[in-house]
């Protein structure tokens, strides 16, 4: 997905990933003891600061403002779950902004990522990771990405996300939740498959 032609390159869609929906879906009930139930699930998947994207406490309180109105306005239950690269300042302050009835996970905890992935009814992931966003592709759920302003170009991750977009597969988050359906992305599978009648052939 990087944009690397050869003949012996092999073009993905989205960026390869080591996760299962088998797996996302064993991992539902993780985290179901630690939200109110009855509500629909919103979950934030949060990236980190990289050199095209700054996370500023500002750009960061719109996301959770945003946020903040759906919670409210649809009576959702919130799942924020950190990356390696979210800074702990960012989820200190996600815990002040939305308190304690909502759920954010403090720790890189990988069950408590694929439960909420498995629990969400509507999925946002911030506009740095194409990883991120490949992975909640796997669910066939909607997903919305919550952008950050740029330092410098980032065509690469624009290109991507416009494909994504094309696909029906991401919206970017605004002011409005909706549900649509698409072909769950798998590439690591499709990929794989190709690889091995290669490899056979």
């Known amino acids: 997905h990087d944009s690397i032609d050869g003949p012996n390159v092999l073009i993905s869609k989205g960026a390869i990933h080591y996760l299962t929906l088998d797996e996302i879906n064993n991992a539902k009930n993780y985290l179901v003891n630690k939200i109110e139930k009855g509500k629909d699930v919103i979950t934030l998947i949060l990236g980190g600061p990289t050199k095209y994207y700054n996370y500023s406490k500002e750009h960061i309180s719109e996301i959770f403002s945003k946020i903040n109105k759906q919670i409210l306005e649809k009576?959702?239950?919130?799942?924020?779950?950190?990356?390696?690269?979210?800074?702990?300042?960012?989820?200190?302050?996600?815990?002040?902004?939305?308190?304690?009835?909502?759920?954010?996970?403090?720790?890189?905890?990988?069950?408590?990522?694929?439960?909420?992935?498995?629990?969400?009814?509507?999925?946002?992931?911030?506009?740095?990771?194409?990883?991120?966003?490949?992975?909640?592709?796997?669910?066939?759920?909607?997903?919305?990405?919550?952008?950050?302003?740029?330092?410098?170009?980032?065509?690469?991750?624009?290109?991507?996300?416009?494909?994504?977009?094309?696909?029906?597969?991401?919206?970017?988050?605004?002011d409005e939740l909706d549900t649509w359906n698409y072909e769950k992305l798998d590439e690591t599978n499709r990929v794989a498959n190709i690889i091995k009648q290669k490899i056979n052939s």
């Open 75 to 174: 009576s959702l239950q919130l799942i924020v779950i950190p990356s390696n690269r979210t800074p702990e300042k960012i989820i200190q302050f996600a815990k002040e902004y939305f308190g304690k009835n909502q759920l954010i996970v403090d720790t890189v905890d990988k069950q408590a990522y694929l439960s909420g992935l498995a629990l969400a009814k509507y999925i946002i992931v911030t506009c740095d990771s194409s990883s991120m966003i490949s992975e909640a592709a796997l669910t066939g759920k909607p997903i919305y990405v919550a952008m950050i302003p740029t330092n410098r170009s980032d065509k690469r991750f624009k290109k991507f996300r416009n494909l994504l977009e094309d696909m029906n597969i991401i919206r970017k988050f605004e």
